[in-house]
T-cell receptor, first 114, second 110 residues
Framework: DAMVIQNPRYQVTQFGKPVTLSCSQT?????MYWYQQKSSQAPKLLFH???????NEADTPDNFQSRRPNTSFCFLDIRSPGLGDAAMYLC?????????????FGPGTRLLVL | GQNIDQPTEMTATEGAIVQINCTYQ??????LFWYQQHAGEAPTFLSY??LDGLEEKGRFSSFLSRSKGYSYLLLKELQMKDSASYLC???????????WGAGTKLIIKP
């Protein structure tokens, strides 16, 4: 089945220790997104790739970076995690942007910062 | 500015019908999505509305009124597995990103 995969499902890191979350997709979609979601809150878009074109949201902290080495994979790097970065990180894909294009989500990685 | 409002929490009984409302204020409108999110899991797509009216998909229906900035998700014949959060998201015209509501937590009681 075509899907969006995220690893790991749970990640524990120490305050200030860099961490990388990964996402892969077998849907062959052009667009990949990273969202941060805290408990009982709306998902917050951090950035997205439209093919190789990186699009950062204006309010995404510099502490968050992303890489998309090929169509299938996308990584979220948190350079110096703080306690406030503990959240669920959701990767999503869509065939294109805008209109009725549906976003398909992976199962998420729950990040705990000690 | 942009704003999506949904009730924080609702409770309903197994087998009953529940309506979850969503009101929005955005700069232009280019579609509204409903997603279901079980606790600790990713959102999954339920429905998309861009024109006024009712879209029916099995036990779930979604309604849109663009003039009122209003949508609802109607769930019929409720099952225990419908216990989840339901998120409303709006796409603005000439903007690729979705504006998300915080979700409505639906609790189903036997």
């Amino acid at each position: 089945d075509a899907m969006v995969i995220q690893n790991p499902r749970y990640q524990v890191t120490q305050f200030g220790k860099p961490v990388t979350l990964s996402c892969s997709q077998t849907l062959n979609h052009n667009v990949m997104y990273w969202y941060q979601q805290k408990s009982s809150q709306a998902p917050k878009l951090l950035f997205h790739y439209y093919d190789k074109d990186f699009n950062n949201e204006a309010d995404t902290p510099d502490n968050f970076q992303s890489r998309r080495p090929n169509t299938s994979f996308c990584f979220l790097d948190i350079r110096s995690p703080g306690l406030g970065d503990a959240a669920m990180y959701l990767c999503a894909t869509s065939r294109d942007r805008g209109g009725k294009e549906t976003q398909y989500f992976g199962p998420g990685t729950r990040l705990l910062v000690l | 500015g942009q704003n999506i409002d949904q009730p924080t929490e609702m409770t309903a009984t197994e087998g009953a019908i529940v309506q979850i409302n969503c009101t929005y204020q955005t700069s232009g409108f280019n579609g509204l999505f409903w997603y279901q999110q079980h606790a600790g899991e990713a959102p999954t797509f339920l429905s998309y509305n861009v024109l006024d009216g009712l879209e029916e998909k099995g036990r779930f229906s979604s309604f849109l009124s663009r003039s009122k900035g209003y949508s609802y998700l109607l769930l019929k014949e409720l099952q225990m597995k419908d216990s989840a959060s339901y998120l409303c998201a709006v796409r603005e015209f000439n903007n690729y990103q979705l504006i998300w509501g915080a979700g409505t937590k639906l609790i189903i009681k036997p």
